[in-house]
């Protein structure tokens, strides 16, 4: 079974610098995908990025980006120039690939808080 | 809709009470998935439906936990009994199934059993 480990429970930075959450997983796999969601106090699971594991490059979305090692099997998420709206909570999120029919669910990590200090 | 709608936003309950969970999907989206998420915990696996497919029950946690899913679209989460380790927030997900990319999810239900 495929696991998602996030071993920062909280984060913070101030205003404007740059912060990394880490996140590894485990998977037999060699297919796959990766997303990093936000969980902001309105409960609402949003989409932060993704990464296509055949994808050697890493994926970038504006002041997001992550750091996809695939041997290490990590996926970490560099937030830069960090704004006070980037507070919430960050799950690392793994499903499998769509061959073989196979369910499409996501397995998430537990979860960093983040908070941005002004 | 424009998004995955859930109702109701928040539900208190009785301990020994059913209650019943509705989520609206995008339209479109042929999966949508139940999930939990407990207090400081991540999202825990419920249910899942693809079409017309057999539902994915492995994620239901016991037996008094059950859902439907009419029409192909809309979806109820039904807890019988429920017990005060039912409480935890409910979200529902859709995904359009021919792509791969992260589902969209509702703003959850807030269950809490008194």
């Known amino acids: 079974a495929q696991t998602v480990t996030q071993s920062q429970p909280e984060m913070s930075v101030q205003e404007a610098e740059t912060v990394t959450l880490s996140c590894t997983y485990d998977t037999s796999e060699s297919d796959y995908y990766l997303f990093w969601y936000k969980q902001p106090p309105s409960r609402q699971m949003i989409l932060v990025i993704r990464q296509e594991a055949y994808k050697q490059q890493n994926a970038t979305e504006n002041r997001f980006s992550v750091n996809f090692q695939k041997a290490a099997k990590s996926f970490s998420l560099k937030i830069s120039d960090s704004q006070l709206g980037d507070a919430a909570m960050y799950f690392c999120?793994?499903?499998?690939?769509?061959?073989?029919?196979?369910?499409?669910?996501?397995?998430f990590g537990k979860g960093t808080l983040l908070t941005v200090n002004p | 809709g424009a998004g995955v709608s859930q109702s109701p936003s928040n539900k208190v309950t009785e301990k020994g009470k059913d209650v019943e969970l509705r989520c609206d999907p995008i339209?479109?989206?042929?999966?949508l998935y139940w999930y939990r998420q407990s207090l400081g915990q991540g999202l825990e696996f419920l249910i899942y439906?693809?079409?017309?497919?057999?539902?994915?029950k492995s994620g239901l946690p016991s037996d008094r936990f059950s859902a439907e899913r009419t029409g192909g679209s809309v979806s109820t989460l039904t807890i019988q009994r429920t017990q005060q380790e039912d409480s935890a927030v409910y979200l529902c997900?859709?995904?359009?199934?021919?792509?791969?990319?992260?589902?969209?999810f509702g703003s959850g239900t807030r269950l809490t059993v008194v």
């Open positions: 439906f693809q079409g017309n497919s057999a539902p994915d």
């Open positions: 339209s479109g989206h042929t999966a």
């Open positions: 999120a793994y499903r499998g690939s769509n061959s073989g029919g196979s369910n499409y669910k996501l397995t």
């Open positions: 997900a859709s995904s359009h199934d021919r792509r791969n990319y992260g589902y969209t």
